[in-house]
């Protein structure tokens, strides 16, 4: 069951990353889990382990992530059957470019219903 559930994230978050109808801005943590269906205390987790970053903050101190997000958290859920968060870690490092630069949606979704 877990392993339907991410991959119901992963090609959820694929869609939005992929251009899925989001207007480009700054997400807050909250706007992050109600499209990706993580949670906010994954969100933080994968924010303090390094697997995303925030690309800001409010005056009253809240995260913000922008639209690259959709793409390390596509990522992030691909390699995570099989990968601890270090290893995690190291492969988006060694990466280059992301995984679904370049891909649309309908591919970003295959790319990772396949992971």
Do not use: C
Request: charged share 20%.
């Amino acid at each position: 069951m877990l392993a339907k559930s991410r991959m119901d994230h992963a090609a959820t978050i694929a869609a939005l990353a992929g251009g899925g109808g989001l207007p480009p801005k700054q997400y807050k943590i909250g706007e992050l889990a109600q499209y990706t269906g993580l949670t906010r205390q994954t969100l933080h987790n994968y924010t303090r382990w390094g697997l995303i970053e925030e690309s800001g903050w409010t005056p009253g101190g809240h995260r913000l992530y922008d639209g690259s997000v959709f793409l390390r958290l596509a990522r992030v859920l691909q390699l995570k059957a099989g990968n601890t968060v270090e290893q995690i870690r190291q492969i988006m490092d060694s990466e280059q470019a992301p995984l679904f630069d370049g891909v649309d949606n309908k591919q970003a979704t295959a790319i990772t219903e396949a992971g």
